[in-house]
């Protein structure tokens, strides 16, 4: 038997790092696939076929294939069982060389695998290693189950998402998972930074409860500060009228009409500059105050015109709006496609697809410098990588036996 030819790396500002994901689901994965897209190496870990757990990943290549897809491109996969002896001393051998370890179990799984921070990090003291968890690694509701909806929910954001008269709503994406993914990813790569000056890895850490918080930002400010309970509004800001969803006579057009100036520009692109003196409309907090009344008096002229119209005349105004869209018709605006953040990809099976790229760009790494790789089927480099690591095809093959990878 041959030995595998391992796959050659990509490129990117982040490809001297080597990533160890053993999380599942989408907050962890989520924050990997920053560093995946950027370049660096990033072994997947997943539980052998055959091995008690199974992989359950929302997102899985059954179920979903194409959240698969987009979630763990450019990916490597090495099936180990961290449970089984062999399996645990695998990891420990590739965490010498690694950089960055990740996880999201419940917290108190990882020191019951033997695979917790100071575990790791014993043998390789350079190592950052990352943990996303529901609520926290340790306080009253450390282990309880992290679900995106739940955090939702208990971070505040159903309160105020949705018409008042609907009650709580959640957000249309898994917002808390994708928040602690990304937060995630900024903490490893500060403490990648900070460990060119120290010489040391850290544990950093962040849960779903944390960054659904976070990102209340100005709503969770008005309690703290102000000791004001936010309250939904729909499509309306809270602070300033009028924003929102107006309808027009095809469709519906997005305003964002905020503070004075912005509101005498829409008065007088709306053919209504009546309405910029009008009593109870003079100040935002006025307009706050008469909302109804002042939705109704710019809705009625937005049913005139079409959403293109409308949109062509308050921008030549200087008035921030634009249209709605879904999200096929996202996907063609000439804006869009010009960014380029819809991704080709070449898929063996799919044939060629496209995928949501990173919503950044690097003048010396051009984001399509290079394909992107499809996520890797179950173990696809195993065999790769225990060969990196001195493992014989036979020790492998018995190793396979045994469930252990």
Request: proline share 9%; charged share 20%; net charge negative.
């Amino acid at each position: 038997m041959t030995t595998p030819e391992p796959i050659p790396p990509r490129k990117g500002p982040l490809s001297r790092f080597t990533i160890l994901d053993a999380s599942r689901v989408r907050a962890g994965p989520t924050a990997i696939r920053t560093f995946a897209d950027l370049g660096a190496r990033v072994i997947k870990l997943e539980i052998p076929p055959g091995a008690p757990g199974g992989d359950d990943m929302i997102g899985g290549r059954d179920h979903n294939r194409a959240d698969y897809e987009n979630l763990h491109r450019n990916k490597e996969s090495l099936t180990l069982n961290m449970k089984e002896p062999e399996g645990l001393a695998i990891l420990q051998e590739l965490v010498k060389t690694a950089d960055v370890f990740i996880e999201n179990y419940r917290p108190d799984v990882k020191y019951r695998l033997g695979i917790g921070p100071d575990a790791l990090r014993a043998i390789n003291p350079r190592l950052v290693y990352a943990s996303i968890s529901g609520f926290g690694q340790d306080g009253p509701y450390a282990n309880w189950p992290g679900f995106d909806s739940i955090a939702q929910g208990m971070g505040g954001l159903m309160s105020v998402t949705g018409k008042p008269e609907d009650g709580p709503m959640r957000v249309g994406i898994p917002i808390a998972d994708l928040c602690s993914g990304h937060f995630c990813a900024q903490a490893i790569m500060a403490a990648l930074l900070e460990r060119e000056v120290s010489g040391e890895g850290q544990w950093v850490q962040t849960s779903l409860l944390e960054s659904q918080i976070a990102m209340l930002d100005f709503q969770a400010a008005q309690w703290l500060i102000d000791r004001k309970v936010p309250k939904s509004t729909g499509n309306e800001h809270p602070l300033t009228v009028p924003t929102g969803v107006f309808a027009t006579s095809d469709g519906f057009i997005n305003l964002a009409a905020i503070g004075q100036t912005m509101w005498k520009r829409l008065c007088v692109a709306l053919d209504a500059p009546q309405l910029i003196d009008e009593p109870g409309f003079g100040s935002d907090p006025e307009r706050v105050q008469n909302r109804t009344r002042v939705n109704a008096a710019v809705g009625a002229a937005f049913k005139t015109r079409t959403t293109a119209d409308w949109t062509e005349r308050l921008l030549k105004a200087g008035v921030p709006c634009g249209p709605i869209y879904t999200v096929d018709h996202m996907f063609e605006d000439p804006q869009v496609r010009h960014l380029g953040i819809a991704r080709p990809m070449h898929h063996p099976e799919l044939g060629d697809i496209e995928v949501v790229g990173l919503p950044m760009q690097f003048s010396r790494y051009p984001r399509d410098e290079g394909p992107l790789r499809p996520a890797p089927h179950q173990g696809d480099q195993t065999e790769v990588i225990l060969s990196g690591l001195g493992y014989s095809p036979e020790r492998i093959a018995e190793l396979r036996a045994q469930c252990v990878v």
